[in-house]
């Protein structure tokens, strides 16, 4: 409450201190500075949407180009009540964060590529046990050490198939800071629902870059849906002693209880468990179980959208990009009015939205695809091609660590 309280009461106040002598205080009135605005970069949206989203626990090993977010939250921590913890390194960090996912918090951390990789094995753990669990992934150029204090999206397919073994899992690629502060509440809520480790995953360009934002976007916030989860305060649910953590659903969402709910005590078990989280090695368990946790890939399918559509319906040639590039493409196509382009921007990776094979071969009368990445491989467009067989030839690629200029990709314009 207290972090929703803050982000109402202060997200639209700007404080500018200004010596300007050739100004009378009747022409500064008329300037209304700050009225409209908000100059900010991606990753102070996505902590302000981690504040909006009620989190009441962000942990974080300092890895450029993430550390912003940390930084920020651990300033705000006596005005939001949120309890920012740094960790000895990555993997400490996301075992205390589904600790406290556990305890019934709201819980995220934040690294870049290389810290990730040290949570993997927690991460699958996260989808054995079903806890939810948000992940900020602020990409910078891999292998390795790469170019640490620069960009590229080169994580997106390691990020999906991240974890060993099959769970699901939610890939979310926000465009700008709106969407930062928007799809982050998303997140949360989505990990909530369903039980799952929700990504977001950015890039040093979008995380710090500074836009100008309107204000207005961040007097919406969303309802926090805190899913299947039953705590001490909830009296209308009851629990008997048989209670089953990991019943059998329709949905593969199964009810949760938080420490202190009488009856309602169960193991969080990391190996093959039965419907009350006890071990069970049974090749029929084994495939119940399996077929419970992957129904919720289709459940969240149903949620997710079709890719916005930026510039003219009608146009002769569609840039198809995510995350980031939005900016770079949407700048690009405002100096080729003249040549009718218009984008197809993902911000939803994983799952990949229903129907998106019949959007993107018969939708808006799109006659030819160009694939917009800034990576070496084209990895959202080898993904379209797993998914819905369609593959798209004609590329646009980007990896020397540098964002795209508009200029380069209208001049590639096949």
Request: proline share 5%; glycine share 8%.
């Amino acid at each position: 409450k207290q972090g929703f309280d803050f982000i109402q009461k202060n997200s639209n106040k700007i404080t500018k201190k200004l010596e300007i002598k050739n100004l009378s205080q009747a022409e500064l009135r008329d300037q209304k500075l700050g009225n409209k605005n908000l100059l900010m970069t991606g990753n102070q949206a996505c902590a302000l949407g981690i504040i909006a989203s009620q989190c009441q626990m962000y942990v974080a090993y300092p890895m450029t180009p993430a550390t912003e977010i940390l930084h920020f939250l651990e300033a705000k921590q006596r005005q939001t009540g949120m309890i920012v913890h740094q960790p000895e390194d990555e993997i400490a960090g996301i075992h205390a964060a589904l600790g406290a996912s556990f305890a019934g918090a709201r819980a995220a951390v934040g690294t870049s590529g290389g810290g990730f990789a040290l949570m993997n094995e927690a991460l699958a753990l996260a989808g054995m046990v079903e806890l939810p669990l948000v992940i900020f992934e602020v990409q910078r150029p891999a292998p390795a050490t790469g170019n640490p204090t620069w960009t590229e999206q080169g994580d997106l397919l390691y990020v999906i198939n991240a974890g060993h073994g099959e769970f699901p899992k939610v890939v979310i690629a926000p465009g700008n800071p709106e969407e930062c502060f928007k799809l982050t509440q998303r997140a949360f809520n989505l990990a909530d629902k369903y039980q799952v480790p929700v990504i977001i995953l950015s890039d040093k360009f979008l995380g710090e870059s500074s836009y100008t934002v309107s204000r207005d976007v961040f007097d919406k916030i969303d309802k926090v849906d805190r899913g299947k989860v039953i705590s001490i305060n909830k009296k209308q649910l009851t629990i008997n002693k048989n209670y089953k953590r990991y019943k059998i659903e329709k949905d593969g969402v199964s009810w949760r209880t938080l420490p202190g709910v009488k009856n309602g005590e169960y193991i969080a078990n990391s190996d093959e468990h039965n419907e009350y989280g006890y071990s069970d090695e049974g090749s029929e368990n084994r495939k119940k179980m399996m077929d419970k946790r992957m129904q919720k890939l289709e459940e969240i399918r149903k949620e997710i959208p079709l890719p916005k559509v930026y510039g003219p319906q009608d146009a002769e040639a569609t840039l198809v990009c995510w995350g980031s590039q939005l900016g770079p493409a949407l700048d690009a196509i405002e100096s080729l009015k003249y040549k009718n382009v218009n984008i197809v921007h993902f911000s939803y990776l994983w799952p990949l939205p229903k129907n998106l094979s019949k959007f993107l071969s018969q939708g808006l009368g799109i006659k030819k695809l160009i694939l917009l990445e800034n990576n070496k491989t084209g990895q959202l467009g080898k993904l379209i091609r797993q998914e819905t067989g369609i593959e798209i030839k004609d590329k646009i690629l980007k990896y020397d660590s540098r964002p795209f200029w508009p200029e380069e990709i209208v001049s590639q314009l096949p």
